[in-house]
């Protein structure tokens, strides 16, 4: 198992990291198997889609605005309720599947941290389970 920190910088962001996910599996030498990959957070999620267009993640984060503002009529005293909601949505966890030491994705495909209420310190969990 590897954890791995990450700062993000705004409030509502998705950061690629596919390629920190292929360097602990290359660390750990799996050559065939599945890896997990899990945020601990309640208000964070992790996805996989596309990466090639820039806008694509952009796109992804105004559709969840859209459809769970920031500012409704929320009960949560914390004012981060939009937060939970979306990582709710998108998830905490991705499988992948590890085929000759490398992350089976699609040629567009990228591993993504989805950021809901930062700025701030997170992390993210790599585990594997070989064949």
């Known amino acids: ?14 950061i690629d990291i596919t390629a920190a996910v292929q360097k602990a599996a290359g660390e750990e030498k799996i050559e065939e198997g599945v890896c997990l990959v899990y945020t601990p957070h309640t208000t964070a ?5 596309e990466n ?15 459809a769970v503002p920031f ?6 005293a914390e004012g981060n309720s939009a937060a939970h909601v979306k990582s709710s949505l998108v998830g905490a966890s991705e499988m ?3 085929e ?10 990228s ?3 989805c950021e809901f209420d930062g700025p701030r310190t ?8 070989t064949a």
């Open 1 to 14: 198992m590897k954890e791995i920190s990450l700062q993000t910088h705004s409030r509502v962001e998705m």
């Open 45 to 49: 999620a992790v996805t996989i889609n």
């Open 52 to 66: 090639a267009d820039p806008d694509v993640p952009r796109d992804i984060l105004a559709a969840l605005d859209r």
């Open 71 to 76: 500012s409704a009529n929320y009960r949560h």
């Open 96 to 98: 992948v599947i590890i």
């Open 100 to 109: 000759n030491g490398r992350l089976v994705l699609g040629t567009w495909q």
């Open 111 to 113: 591993i993504f941290f």
């Open 122 to 129: 997170r992390k993210f969990i790599i585990n594997f389970l």
